[in-house]
């Protein structure tokens, strides 16, 4: 189950994103509970390995929203960077991102289903 306490210790802002949630720590707490499971973050890995770019920008862009409305801090650091990249359509390896990106949502979503 995910609390406030193991999203800080992640490195989220919980704070802001329960001011964010007008103060209801519960309903925080179910909207960043489904961050791990957003369809984006598949959609990016396909689009960049097919070459897609304008695909995968709108992908990331989408990702960033989420992660800056919930203070998701260091995924949204990641998202922000790769998102960068994509909007100025960046000829680069973006491997080594996604990989980051991927070990931290794997992380995150530890965080949802651990007990």
Known sequence: ML?????NEYGANTAEGVA????NEALYLRLASTVADQPEFAKLNDFIASGDLNSAFEAAHALKGVLANLSIT???????????????????????????????KDELKRLIDSE
Request: with cysteine; glycine share 4%; hydrophobic share 30%.
């Open 3 to 7: 609390t406030i306490d193991k999203l």
């Open 20 to 23: 964010r949630c007008m103060g």
């Open 74 to 104: 260091p995924l949204y650091e990641k998202v922000c960077e790769i998102t960068e990249l994509l909007r100025a359509r960046t000829d680069t390896d973006y491997s080594p991102l996604l990989s980051e990106i991927g070990s931290l």
